[in-house]
C-alpha cells in the first residue's frame, strides 16, 4: 500500500527509504543552523559567543539526544528566505509593542485562548520551525504539538472574539506559506497553494 505523502514516515519502518550519507549531512548541517538561529534569537543579540554556544549545544543535542532524522525535501529560496525575516523581524516588533502596552494598560484584563491549527504541510521540519517561529514572538506559545495529525495546540494572549481567533489561526498558516516558500519543496508548495484555495472556498460558503 502507497504511504499517505501527509503522515510522517515512522523511522522504525524497515521500509522506509533510507537517506543517503549525502541527504543525512545535508540534514544535519540544516538542523544546527536552525538550532544556532534559535539560540541566538532566545538570547535577542547576535555575537560570536552566542554563536559559538549554539554550535557547542547543537551538538550535545544532535549527539546526546538523537532524534529520528528530519528530511529537508526542499531547497533553499534567497528571495523568499529574506521575505520571510523581514516578516518575520516586523512580526517581532509589533508583538513586543503590543504586549508593552498590554502590560502598562491600566484597567484591562486580556483575555486569552487555546487554539488548534492544522498545517497544510505535515513534515517534522515544517511542524518544528513553524513551533519556533511562533513560540519566539510574544503573545503566543506553543503547548501541544500533534506529529501524527500536523496539528498545533497555542497559546494566545488578548484573544476576545471568534474573529480574532480566525484571524490568528490565518497568521500561522501565513506564516507556514512563508516557511514553505523560503525552504519548500514543489510539492510542498503546491499543497499550501491547494490548502489556501480550499479555504477560500470554504470561507465564501460560509459566508453565502
Known amino acids: 500500500m502507497k504511504p499517505d505523502p501527509m503522515t510522517p514516515a515512522d523511522p522504525t519502518d524497515a521500509s522506509a527509504p533510507r537517506l543517503s550519507r549525502a541527504a543525512r549531512r ?5 538542523a544546527v543552523i536552525a538550532l544556532v538561529a534559535v539560540w541566538v534569537l532566545l538570547w535577542g543579540t547576535f555575537s560570536w559567543a552566542n554563536v559559538i554556544g549554539g554550535l557547542a549545544v547543537a551538538a550535545v543535542l544532535l549527539a546526546v539526544f538523537p532524534l529520528p532524522p528530519v528530511t529537508f525535501a526542499g531547497r533553499i529560496h534567497p528571495v523568499a528566505t529574506l521575505r520571510f525575516w523581514l516578516r518575520f523581524l516586523r ?6 509593542v503590543q504586549i508593552a502596552w498590554l502590560a502598562l494598560r491600566p484597567g484591562h484584563v486580556p483575555r486569552s485562548a487555546i487554539i488548534a491549527v492544522r498545517l497544510r ?33 497555542i497559546h494566545v494572549i488578548n484573544v476576545d472574539s471568534l474573529d480574532e481567533v480566525e484571524q490568528f489561526r490565518r497568521g500561522v498558516l501565513e506564516l507556514e506559506a512563508r516557511i514553505i516558500a523560503a525552504i519548500g519543496s514543489e510539492d510542498e508548495q503546491r499543497r499550501v497553494r491547494d490548502g489556501a484555495d480550499r ?10
Open 91 to 96: 512580526d517581532l516588533m509589533v508583538a513586543s
Open 26 to 30: 545535508r540534514n544535519q548541517i540544516v
Open 121 to 153: 504541510v505535515n513534515t517534522d521540519l515544517n511542524l518544528t520551525l513553524t513551533a519556533e517561529a511562533l513560540s519566539l514572538v510574544p503573545g503566543s506559545l506553543i503547548l501541544e504539538a500533534d506529529r501524527t495529525t500536523g496539528t498545533l495546540f
Open 199 to 208: 479555504d477560500s472556498t470554504d470561507l465564501e460558503e460560509a459566508t453565502a
